[in-house]
Nanobody
Framework: QVQLVESGGGLVQAGGSLRLSCAAS????????MGWFRQAPGKEREFVAA????????YYADAVKGRFTISRANAENVLYLQMNSLKPEDTAAYSC???????????????WGQGTQVTVSS
């Protein structure tokens, strides 16, 4: 069982930055593929970014490529999402997720956090 707790969300103006964190309870954090997903009101949850066990490979949704950076600190059991040049359309609840199997951009993750709200004003 892995518990995931996100933090770092908030209200920011368009063009601003936020860094989300996801603290994991697992001592075996380094053996999980990690991802960030988001869900806006009235919309389905969508993939944002994913990172391999070592951090050597990353995937991004086209909508955030070049603006968001996913990273991980395995020694500290923490996943990050640095979000720059934020847009109003980035407004959503952001959740982190963990997966035992290989890197993927779909929703097939084993464990999910509760989410943290990001609101970008125009």
């Amino acid at each position: 069982q892995v518990q995931l707790v996100e933090s770092g969300g908030g209200l920011v103006q368009a063009g601003g930055s936020l860094r989300l964190s996801c603290a994991a309870s697992a001592r075996t954090f380094a053996t999980y593929v990690m991802g960030w997903f988001r869900q806006a009101p009235g919309k389905e949850r969508e993939f944002v970014a994913a990172i391999s066990w070592t951090g050597g490979r990353t995937y991004y949704a086209d909508a955030v490529k070049g603006r968001f950076t996913i990273s991980r600190a395995n020694a500290e059991n923490v996943l990050y999402l640095q979000m720059n040049s934020l847009k109003p359309e980035d407004t959503a609840a952001y959740s982190c997720a963990a997966r035992r199997a290989g890197l993927t951009t779909n929703l097939d993750y084993d464990y999910w956090g509760q989410g943290t709200q990001v609101t970008v004003s125009s």
